[in-house]
């Protein structure tokens, strides 16, 4: 047995008095001794604000997502020790890949986020900009930047790893500094993570610290700046919201709690069926898989009355192929609970259950492992005839356990759910979209993800218990009411958005982006013939102009096909309430324009990539002549790609300075020869080295 050590203040501090003793979960040996005791935690939230903030804060979204990216492969490449590790939590490698490598992964996920969705700044805006003044010399944004505190996450037992990681990726993306509060009974394999993380040398100080034990007096050190994330029983979560950090400092809270997740089976999907067979899968599996030990497990199984034997059946027959005992044996399907106490309180669930429910079946054999010892307890399958009891639909077993019920119709099936409470997920095994619709709509305001499963996905679907870092995970009501991951929902949580008033120039100063307005440089000659380094946001051109003719239009229908009645029918495009005559083609619009403001000759800018915001303000008649206003907008750098992305504003006008089309246009521009990974020697615009 270890003493653990807590990292706080850039320092192992190893506690100055005996903790609580966790033993392995499968052989009820001792395993660690956890305590908190002398952490000076005023100043561990300190060291948080005043070192790891202003280091965070002053870094660019890519560069905060280039942390992630290196910190995420050095967990790939020391995941032995961690699931070395991980058997002492009862839980399977199958098990454990989803908390060590699902943890790993979920860092490489939001690097990628970051680098491919957010800009590289400090700033980050949230819309296109309002327009305050009729003449735009007063306008207004949305930016979002990071909070100037500490995220505080208070973890549960059931993945050390990957709980922690989940949350502390948007939190690093975001640019605010974590501290990382594991359940007692599973820090030890949290601590060995952290470990790797501190001694890789890739984080700044004070970026992340570990609180081993007890928070003691940490919350009294919250206020509005901080954000604290909880995983755990609804019922902590309500004690922790109720704290004055939260409901007098303002502290932002988010929860994701235990809840009743449902699988529900079509009335078409009988035995036979693929979904049928599908649905029984993935109950088993849910039922199993960490040894029922997940917030999103399938606790409730739903089944129309006519399939409900069938089922029933089904499910007791798979579970009994599943091979239960010594999670370190490859052969092992299904581990141990985390703790015997654990395994108390689902034994004590089951007992409230089965005041309202029949055993289908609660035994199986245990392999290599002594039962009385470690923490081991058989598939429990309940059913109920009486499925609006209220028992099944609010005591949760957090274990190998689940109760099948029967519903007559889909609006029974809903109301079924609904009973719940409000689930992280619920899945829904169908062929028929109507009732795919019908079920989903109808459910969907008490869940946090619907996970819709048919024979088309049977190889794809990424299952029912799984949350992945691009979507929401969290639930309302009784799951919580909060939101993790999400994408970049989950980094805009760590920011604080601001409504910035002001001139175009000052705004753009302010953003790093050019505002509509702000002053244009047209003294730089082409833009395009510029490098990205000598690129200036505000850079413009004005172009020449050229005079849309009806042979134009003519030759672009015939090139493209495109013989849209407005551009070559004149009776019927006079006739149009919108047109009034023929019109050139939108994308003849764009055509032209480009033809107006592309360099031709070889130089900085690499490739056009795409074109965002496109919107045709008013329509183009042969006789127009368009001209183009062509700003630098936006800056992204490419750290060691040789070039950056510019956005373009494109502005299209007519000869009465109307704008018929705006947009932006997306390119890559190479750096100054020998910077950021370009050629020492490149081509300029007139194809000369």
Same mark, same amino acid.
């Given at each position: 047995m270890r003493t653990l050590e807590s990292f706080v203040n850039g320092a192992w501090h190893a506690p100055d008095s005996e903790g609580v003793t966790t033993s392995h979960a499968v052989t009820g040996e001792p395993v660690a001794s956890v305590s908190s005791s002398g952490i000076d935690f005023a100043g561990t939230t300190t060291y948080a604000r005043e070192v790891g903030g202003p280091t965070l804060r002053s870094m660019t979204?890519?560069?905060?997502? !280039?942390l992630l990216k290196t910190l995420g492969q050095h967990l790939f490449a020391e995941k032995e020790g961690l699931y070395d590790l991980s058997t002492a939590t009862g839980a399977t490698r199958?098990? !454990?890949?989803? $908390?060590?490598?699902?943890?790993?992964?979920? =860092?490489?996920?939001?690097?990628?986020?970051?680098?491919?969705?957010?800009?590289? !700044?400090?700033?980050?805006?949230?819309?296109?900009?309002?327009?305050?003044?009729?003449?735009?010399?007063?306008?207004?944004?949305?930016?979002?930047?990071?909070?100037?505190?500490?995220?505080?996450?208070?973890?549960?037992?059931?993945?050390?790893?990957?709980?922690? =990681?989940?949350?502390?990726?948007?939190?690093? =993306?975001?640019?605010?500094? /974590?501290?990382?509060?594991?359940?007692?009974?599973?820090?030890?394999?949290?601590?060995?993570?952290?470990?790797?993380?501190?001694?890789?040398?890739?984080?700044p100080d004070g970026a992340l610290q570990l609180v081993c034990g007890g928070v003691g007096?940490?919350? $009294?050190? =919250?206020?509005?700046?901080?954000?604290?994330?909880? /995983?755990?029983?609804? !019922?902590?979560?309500?004690?922790l919201r109720a704290h004055p950090a939260v409901v007098e400092r303002s502290a932002r809270f988010n929860a994701e709690a235990d809840s009743l997740n449902a699988a529900i089976l079509g009335r078409e999907s009988g035995p036979g069926s693929t979904e049928f067979d599908l649905f029984v899968s993935e109950v088993v599996t849910e039922m199993t898989v960490k040894a029922g030990?997940?917030?999103?497990?399938?606790?409730?199984?739903?089944?129309p009355h006519q399939h409900l034997d069938a089922a029933t059946d089904a499910v007791a027959t798979a579970l009994g192929e599943?091979?239960?005992?010594?999670?370190?044996?490859?052969?092992?399907?299904?581990?141990?609970?985390?703790?015997?106490?654990?395994?108390?309180? +689902?034994?004590?669930?089951?007992?409230?259950? +089965?005041?309202?429910t029949t055993v289908v079946t609660d035994s199986c054999e245990f392999h290599g492992?002594?039962?009385?010892?470690?923490?081991?307890?058989?598939?429990?399958?309940l059913r109920t005839d009486n499925p609006t009891n209220p028992g099944v639909h609010t005591t949760e077993a957090f274990g190998p356990v689940s109760t099948i019920m029967g519903y007559t119709n889909p609006a029974d099936a809903i109301s079924l759910t609904a009973l719940g409470s409000g689930s992280l997920v619920a899945s829904i095994y169908t062929a028929d979209p109507v009732e795919a619709r019908e079920l989903a709509t109808g459910i969907a305001a008490h869940h946090g993800r619907i996970h819709m499963v048919d024979?088309?996905?049977?190889?794809?679907?990424?299952?029912?218990?799984?949350?992945?870092?691009?979507l929401v995970h969290g639930g309302p009501g009784r799951a919580g009411g909060g939101e993790e991951m999400g994408g970049l929902r989950g980094v805009r949580h760590h920011l604080q958005t601001t409504a910035v008033q002001g001139s175009p120039d000052m705004l753009t100063a302010i953003t790093g982006e050019w505002m509509p307005g702000s002053t244009r440089l047209f003294d730089r000659g082409h833009p395009f013939k510029l490098n990205f380094d000598d690129l200036s946001i505000g850079t413009a051109i004005r172009t020449n102009s050229r005079t849309v003719t009806l042979d134009d239009i003519e030759s672009f229908a015939?090139?493209?096909? $495109?013989?849209?009645?407005?551009?070559?029918?004149?009776?019927?495009?006079?006739?149009?309430?919108i047109f009034g005559g023929r019109v050139a083609h939108g994308y003849l619009v764009l055509a032209l324009a480009a033809g107006l403001f592309v360099w031709p000759d070889p130089g900085p800018v690499l490739a056009n990539y795409g074109v965002d915001r496109c919107r045709f303000a008013k329509p183009t008649y042969p006789g127009d002549t368009l001209t183009v206003l062509l700003t630098c907008k936006r800056k992204t750098l490419r750290a060691g790609a040789g070039y950056g992305e510019v956005a373009w504003d494109a502005q299209v006008n007519n000869q009465a300075d109307e704008v018929v089309a705006a947009y932006d246009v997306l390119t890559m521009v190479a750096n100054r020869p020998g910077v950021n990974g370009a050629p020492l020697e490149q081509t300029d615009n007139g194809g000369n080295t």
């Open positions: 979204f890519h560069e905060r997502a !280039s199958a098990d !454990s890949w989803i $908390d060590i490598e699902g943890g790993a992964g979920v =860092l490489l996920s939001y690097a990628s986020k970051g680098r491919r969705e957010l800009p590289n !700044s400090t700033v980050l805006l949230d819309g296109d900009p309002e327009i305050l003044a009729r003449d735009g010399s007063f306008i207004a944004t949305h930016m979002a930047t990071s909070l100037n505190g500490v995220a505080v996450q208070v973890n549960a037992f059931n993945f050390p790893c990957w709980g922690a =990681l989940e949350k502390f990726a948007p939190a690093l =993306l975001a640019g605010v500094p /974590t501290i990382i509060k594991p359940a007692t009974q599973t820090a030890f394999l949290t601590e060995a993570m952290v470990r790797l993380m501190v001694q890789s040398g890739i984080l007096d940490l919350f $009294d050190h =919250l206020g509005g700046q901080d954000l604290i994330g909880f /995983t755990g029983s609804a !019922s902590t979560a309500a004690f030990q997940k917030c999103t497990a399938i606790r409730r199984a739903l089944v599943v091979r239960v005992g010594d999670p370190a044996d490859p052969e092992t399907r299904m581990g141990a609970l985390v703790s015997t106490v654990q395994r108390r309180e +689902v034994l004590d669930a089951i007992s409230t259950l +089965v005041g309202s492992v002594d039962p009385a010892r470690g923490a081991f307890l058989a598939p429990t399958l024979a088309s996905v049977a190889d794809t679907s990424t299952g029912h218990g799984s949350p992945l870092p691009n015939e090139s493209t096909g $495109d013989h849209f009645y407005a551009h070559m029918d004149e009776e019927a495009a006079a006739a149009s309430p």
